[in-house]
């Protein structure tokens, strides 16, 4: 079937760029020696986890328990929860899931690392911890290479705990490589900081886990990264263009619709809206618009309602006829997937595979 | 189970709440002999549904022909779709519905009554049609009196499909009660032509539906309404809240969050993001933050992650601790429960009944 024969709308995924964004980032790891632990929020698809595994990487990357427990279900055997699990119910989940599983867990403070302690001891497994600092985003992580040592010091006597090291997120460096690169010089500074001081106190860091899609190609350059988590390089979308990360050419994923009307002059409406695309804002230049229209740059994907988008065509010179297809690169690709119950694989034009996105709408 | 046993972010609702806002608007539209035809893309559950219809609603109005069909397997079987169908597949859909539910579709082009038309008579099935005119939202809807006679007499002599009459949408006139009669004037008067319009062409129109919850209160001033279409209101927002179309006291729903992390100062994150809320914007006044904390109004949700609230607390007299619950009323209603598996209905704090969103993820 070609995939202008789906029901609109649908997320189509072009496989052969795909699997070319999957392959170029895992030889760059290959190279330099970084393991690739994929976040694969972004997609919450196993078997694309598994893909991305087979191509490379040593694990994956996961925001949710609940995202864990369905990947882990699928067979994913090597799982970093990259986000602090504070509830006691999710600290029981999470022991539970460590019978079976590699699993490895982010945090910031005492509190989650004695609530997993207590699950992880009353189920004798052990849980991996790294202690996540902050580097620039300011979100979650100590601030100081000193905190760091003092909660690492308190975790390695927590029962049932393996202390492996240390996380952080470089999300403030989403910008062109010439601005990543002045970003990175106080990360790397302060990251040297925590590595003396962990020195110091004796106590051994077997894991450094940075990265994120802007940053992959620049890994080699992170002062003592061992693992990078990105997310979206399968796919990437507009906001990495825009971001100067890749050219339009490596978007393999995009949103079909349809024109469903064109009654409102130098407007048209397509069957799409925020509960498709999300409402996730352009982050480059000029800020506006939901997505890119492929068959047409000059239109403006202007606005959205629930269910419609709205683009401005008065700047198009093409012509636009009700009930034709159109395929738009969304914002942002990881709030995107997460909008749909299943997405398409799509190799030159026909449908070769459809995967249901197993882990859409678990945030527990 | 109180609220606060449940696993976090999750959505709940007063029940005492939403149930008198549920009955304040139907006893507006008795009293006014309007009725009352709720838009159920808002939950997009048929058990919500049904109590719409329990305490006067004549039917619902829904978004897509595959919320329709959820709907109509509850049970519902007056059902206005209120969303241009054009592609053949959605027509046949459509037609299948309407073998046994009484089935309406709003549409503003030829090509979509002709669709449609071509489904019904293959399946020998009648489809109600209302034309759909724009009155200010610029989004969908024929522009003038004249097209809107026009197209109607053009679906007059469509197989199968019966003509019902006008539609419209007043989406622009979102604010407080104070403007929305400096914007409802234009509106009469627009479709005080149409009225004319179609009485010098000797059409009858059966039904004319508009309405949205801000507008709803307002219904009786419009000319010529036969039916509203709000969705929000039994829930209500912190945009509603924002146009001062209700105080805060009537939203009745919110999500449950937990405190994940303290570490970086002025700030407390939360585990609920743009997957958890939608990343829709605050639509009033500054325009700034992505939700109302019920225990704290004087934090500010600045910024949202995916899976991470960010709250800045500089102005905030209370203290946090890791782990504590605490309530955010969304900005957005429709969108935020649309990120659900299941939200949970509430009273004196004990959860009562759990829905599960069945519209959840029905896109097409």
């Known amino acids: 079937m070609h995939f202008n024969e789906l029901d609109t709308p649908a997320v189509i995924v072009d496989l052969d760029i795909m699997e070319r964004n999957m392959q170029r980032l895992a030889a760059y790891c ?194 003592g990264l061992t693992e990078i988590r990105p997310g979206m390089y399968p796919f990437y979308d507009r906001n990495m263009v825009g971001a100067e990360v890749v050219p339009v050419e490596s978007c393999a994923l995009s949103v079909v619709v349809t024109v469903v009307s064109t009654a409102v002059s130098g407007r048209v409406i397509l069957d799409g809206g925020s509960k498709t695309f999300s409402s996730d804002r352009f982050l480059a230049g000029h800020g506006r618009g939901f997505g890119m229209v492929v068959q047409d740059p000059a239109a403006e994907f202007e606005a959205m309602s629930e269910e419609h988008g709205h683009l401005s065509v008065a700047a198009s010179k093409r012509a636009y006829r009700l009930g034709e297809r159109l395929q738009i690169i969304p914002n942002h690709v990881c709030t995107t997937i997460n909008m749909h119950e299943r997405i398409y694989g799509v190799r030159g034009g026909q449908v070769e595979v459809s995967w249901p996105v197993a882990g859409h709408g678990k945030l527990q």
Chains 1, 2 share one sequence.
């Open 30 to 223: 290959r190279e330099h020696s970084v393991a690739l632990r994929p976040h694969t929020k972004t997609h919450k698809i196993p078997e694309l986890a598994k893909l991305q595994i087979q191509y490379g990487a040593c694990g994956i990357t996961v925001a949710k328990v609940s995202e864990a427990r369905v990947m882990r279900d699928a067979g994913i055997d090597d799982i970093l929860i990259a986000y602090p699990i504070v509830a006691q119910h999710k600290a029981r989940e999470l022991a539970h899931l460590a019978a079976n599983t590699k699993i490895t867990v982010s945090l910031d403070s005492l509190e989650a690392a004695q609530s997993i302690s207590l699950s992880a001891a009353e189920r004798a497994v052990r849980v991996g911890i790294l202690v996540e600092v902050d580097v620039g985003l300011h979100r979650c992580g100590v601030g100081s290479a000193e905190d760091a040592v003092a909660l690492a010091r308190k975790i390695l006597i927590q029962p049932n705990l393996d202390f492996r090291g240390i996380m952080f997120y470089p999300g403030h460096m989403m910008a062109p490589v010439a601005r990543q690169r002045e970003l990175l010089t106080p990360v790397n500074q302060f990251m040297d900081e925590v590595y003396a001081a962990f020195a110091r106190a004796g106590i051994p860091i077997q894991v450094v886990s940075g990265g994120s899609t802007p940053t992959a190609f620049l890994s080699a350059e992170f002062h």
